[in-house]
């Protein structure tokens, strides 16, 4: 049996325990990207966050269909690609390409379908035609459009009334200022396809709708997306799924938060201010950004800043070196026996420990809080780091560790997080920091062996210089009977 959870519904503005439409099953389709740029930090924060939800349900259970669609005929994609003198297809396929590279390198994990609109146009017709016969479109000059008008409940999930609204598709033709295109009639320079009413393109919402019931069903358990989707996507997504099928569209709508760049400014091309994940993550491990998005609720609005990847990664060398800290620990008697012998803070580390797995569950069953465990993990993290401080900890308090490795284990499982060897985690920083501090590892490591010969020529001062250069630049030097090893520190 799968763990059950409550999601908050934005269509009920409730938290609502989920039902799902098959005994185990949850189907979710997650609006995914308009390719026509790579993506950036702002698209991140939903691709993490359906991405770490998804990885959660499988974790408690749940046989997950999830889908996550490619927008790849598109205004701003024709733009763009006649701008470059390319086709628009070929120009979208170059950004579906670089978003699987960079989606991986973010540590996503493909969705089980990936829809795109140039190939999902049968499933566009049949949907258009079952709103045609129903009454709730029309045909106008080689366009096909929405009557928002025969929709009773049109604007139920972003509750507005329908004769405040516009849609973005002005046009002659249409009867009412909201209704909105399924079907464009070709214009010259965009590419089109034979349909039932001529030459053209769907519209932008048609997509989702026709894709969601072709890859799940009529009706879907959870809807996904960002909050600025809200309107006028995701309603009309609604009103066309509803009024051609007949049936409810998406049980549950599950809205993250938006990210808000510092001073109240929104990221955008314009402003100059858009940061790519690639470059990112030229400069941080990709679990630093999972963190950087974890750590909040996903329903909050995130702030975005210069320290947002310097104060993450700074996180994630904590939990790590706390989780290598209780690895490097040995011992093989009775845990008990050595809480007991140890005192407090074994007692306290093993008491988190054995606590944390119930406290990740409960916090992720409602409302899928991400926040809460994270926190969890810090204060377990200390009190590892507290125990460590013990002498008898190193020969004997691996037992009083394990469970608090095992909650490590489950965040790994549920979240994405962890997904390495600390020790691996910590070459990836090395890397990625001394890029940032115009040094190499190269450089480093010559600089060590000029410090061995000092130490064994017994020219202290120089060796002292040496350390003190690499200091300057952040580098750690760990002297151990072992040999010398060295980190780039994180402040
Ligand atoms: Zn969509």
Same mark, same amino acid.
């Given at each position: ?137 029309? =045909? #106008?000059? $080689?366009? *096909?459009?929405?009557?928002? @008008?025969?929709?009773? /409940? +049109? ?113 955008? =091309? #314009?402003? $100059?201010? *858009?940061?790519?994940?690639? @470059?990112?993550?030229? /400069? +941080? ?127 790994? /499982? ?78």
């Amino acid at each position: 049996m799968p763990s059950a959870f409550s999601l908050y519904n934005t269509l009920t503005k409730n938290a609502e325990s989920f039902e799902p439409i098959e005994a185990g099953k949850v189907g979710i389709y997650v609006c995914g990207m308009t390719v026509y740029d790579h993506i950036h930090i702002g698209h991140a924060r939903a691709m993490i966050v359906f991405d770490s939800f998804v990885r959660y349900l499988r974790s408690a259970g749940w046989d997950v269909n999830f889908v996550r669609n490619f927008t790849d005929v598109d205004d701003k994609i024709i733009n763009r690609a006649n701008e470059a003198g390319e086709d628009p297809l070929a120009y979208a396929q170059k950004y579906i390409d670089a978003f699987h590279k960079d989606g991986d390198a973010l540590g996503l994990l493909r969705p089980d379908k990936e829809p795109r609109v140039s190939t999902s146009m049968e499933a566009i017709f049949t949907l258009i035609r079952s709103l045609l016969e129903r009454g709730h479109a029309y =045909k #106008s000059e $080689g366009s *096909v459009w929405f009557d928002v @008008a025969s929709c009773g /409940d +049109y604007g139920k999930l972003s509750r507005q009334k329908v004769d405040e609204l516009r849609s973005a598709d002005e046009s002659a033709g249409k009867k009412n200022s909201a209704d909105f295109a399924l079907w464009k009639a070709v214009k010259p320079g965009e590419p089109s396809w034979e349909s039932p009413w001529g030459a053209g393109r769907p519209g932008w919402h048609i997509e989702c709708s026709a894709m969601a019931a072709e890859c799940i069903g009529e009706t879907i358990d959870i809807h996904g997306g960002g909050l600025d989707l809200v309107f006028p996507h995701h309603e009309n997504e609604i009103a066309q799924s509803e009024c051609g099928h007949g049936k409810p569209y998406a049980r549950y709508w599950m809205h993250n938060g938006l990210l808000n760049m510092a001073a109240g400014q929104k990221m955008g =091309k #314009s402003l $100059g201010n *858009v940061i790519n994940v690639r @470059a990112a993550l030229e /400069d +941080y491990p990709a679990e630093v950004l999972r963190l950087y998005y974890l750590q909040n609720h996903y329903r909050s609005p995130l702030l975005w800043d210069d320290q947002a990847l310097p104060t993450a990664l700074a996180m994630m060398c904590r939990l790590y070196e706390a989780l290598e800290v209780a690895q490097s620990l040995a011992g093989n008697e009775p845990a008990a026996t050595v809480v007991s012998d140890l005192g407090d803070d074994a007692k306290a580390v093993w008491q988190l420990g054995n606590s944390f797995a119930d406290k990740l569950d409960q916090s992720l069953a409602q409302d899928f809080n991400t926040a809460q465990p994270i926190g969890h993990l810090f204060e377990l993290a200390r009190a590892i780091n507290r125990f460590s401080n013990h002498k008898k900890a190193k020969k004997r308090g691996g037992p009083v560790v394990q469970p608090a490795i095992q909650g490590f284990k489950k965040v790994a /499982d549920a979240l994405g997080l962890f997904q390495q060897e600390p020790a691996q985690f910590f070459v990836q920083v090395r890397e990625k920091c001394i890029r940032k501090l115009g040094i190499t590892a190269t450089d480093v490591e010559n600089l060590l062996d000029e410090r061995k010969a000092a130490r064994a020529a017994k020219d202290w001062d120089r060796a002292d210089e040496i350390r003190a250069e690499l200091d300057a630049k952040s580098i750690q030097v760990m002297d151990s009977p072992d040999g010398v090893t060295w980190r780039v520190s994180i402040q």
